[in-house]
């Protein structure tokens, strides 16, 4: 299973980008789908989550700024990201627990970031 990030950029301040995450190999079902970032020089955080049945939950600083969403029949997951602010600046993840059979387990899955630049 291998999932793509893509859609990063720079752009400035109160601009918008729209980030997909396409996941491909051998897959039956996506259950969980996220969104994590890391700005420079800290540590991951999570951005925001969606079940398959489309229950979201994002993180407080966002300030119903961004939205996740995903569509199941083509196995992509998006981040649909508003009125940026220079504290949105890092590396991006899209992040997937994937089930290749029916009865196996999920697979936590990671997609390599993509870079997501805001100057003010």
């Known amino acids: 299973v291998q999932l793509q990030a893509s859609g990063g950029g720079s752009v400035q301040a109160g601009g918008s980008l729209r980030l997909s995450c396409a996941a491909s190999?051998?897959?039956?079902?996506?259950?969980?789908m996220a969104w994590y970032r890391q700005p420079p020089g800290n540590q991951r955080e999570l951005v925001a989550t969606?079940?398959?049945?489309?229950?979201?939950n994002y993180a407080d600083f966002l300030e119903g700024r961004f939205t996740i969403s995903r569509d199941d029949a083509r196995n992509v997951g998006f981040l649909q990201m508003n009125s940026l602010k220079p504290e949105d600046t890092g590396v991006y993840y899209c992040?997937?627990?994937?089930?290749?059979?029916?009865?196996?387990?999920?697979?936590?899955?990671w997609g390599k970031g993509t870079q997501v630049t805001v100057s003010s």
């Open positions: 190999g051998s897959i039956f079902r996506i259950d969980r």
């Open positions: 969606i079940t398959r049945g489309g229950s979201t």
């Open positions: 992040n997937a627990d994937v089930k290749q059979r029916v009865y196996g387990p999920s697979l936590d899955s």
